[in-house]
């Protein structure tokens, strides 16, 4: 998808396996949105669980992944 489309601009990407590595200097109060383009959001839930275990204060999954952020910014624009 992000190869069609291109990278959501200032999005941190990151494999599952080196989601610690891509966002461990940030703040753990930082609030992070997860999402993926899997289905029911699995990815991106499983990512915002293992942010808040690693203590980050404010992780959400974003509903609809990749697709719902493309629909949105196509009707806000």
């Not at 989601?19 to 997860?34: E, N, R, S, Y």
């Amino acid at each position: 998808m992000i190869a069609e489309t291109g990278p959501i601009v200032g999005a941190t990407i990151a494999e599952h396996d080196r989601l610690l590595d891509a966002v461990g200097h940030w703040p753990k109060h930082q609030p992070i949105v997860t999402l993926c383009n899997c289905p029911e959001d699995a990815g991106a839930i499983q990512a915002a669980h293992r942010l808040l275990k690693a203590g980050y204060l404010s992780v959400r999954p974003l509903r609809g992944g990749y697709e719902a952020w493309r629909a949105a910014t196509v009707e806000a624009a």
